[in-house]
């Protein structure tokens, strides 16, 4: 049977170590650390205490192989962890402006259709005229393309022609 305990405070590797009979196996730990030199180490004063290691410098290695061995420990670099945590940050706020983009498009795409057709303008003059616009009343252009769309606004001939 294999005895194990948590490091409390004061506690040193020598009292973790296991003890295993013949039908149980050592305590498996994962160890996921950028510095390989910290890996080795870490790595060698484990097994020497008996324990059973695998290594990861990449977390999603380590994810895969915590899925796949099912480790009764994982000794995690934090600043791996922090960094990937800050690039699904950054990831998940271009997604949102990607979508952001993507729903005023469809606001702002009729808007220049309309502004188009009443004031007989190319594409890029309609734009042109609408952002303008939103400039000059402080105004997003996601908005006040909402507004021309829905007939609130229009825009005047002269300044869809400046």
């Known amino acids: 049977m294999v005895q194990c305990g948590n490091l409390d405070g004061d506690q040193t590797l020598s009292e973790l170590e296991p003890t295993t009979s013949p039908r149980?196996?050592?305590p498996r730990v994962l160890i996921c650390?950028?510095?390989?030199?910290?890996?080795?180490?870490?790595?060698s004063v484990?097994?020497?205490?008996?324990f059973d290691?695998?290594?990861?410098s990449d977390p999603h290695v380590a994810c895969d192989d915590a899925d796949a061995s099912r480790p009764d420990f994982a000794l995690l670099d934090i600043r791996i962890w922090m960094a990937r945590?800050?690039?699904l940050a950054q990831l998940r706020n271009q997604q949102q402006s990607l979508l952001d983009a993507l729903h005023h498009q469809r606001s702002i795409g009729p808007a220049v259709g309309v502004i188009m057709e009443r004031h007989?303008?190319?594409a890029e003059g309609a734009f042109e005229a609408l952002r303008r616009r939103a400039r000059h009343e402080r105004q997003s252009l996601a908005t006040l393309a909402s507004a021309v769309?829905?007939?609130?606004?229009?825009?005047?001939?002269?300044?869809a022609a400046d």
């Open 24 to 26: 149980m196996c050592p």
């Open 85 to 87: 945590a800050a690039e």
């Open 149 to 159: 769309v829905a007939g609130t606004v229009s825009l005047q001939p002269q300044a």
């Open 46 to 50: 484990l097994e020497a205490a008996g």
């Open 33 to 43: 650390d950028s510095d390989a030199e910290a890996v080795r180490s870490i790595t």
């Open 53 to 56: 290691t695998s290594q990861a």
């Open 120 to 122: 007989g303008l190319t």
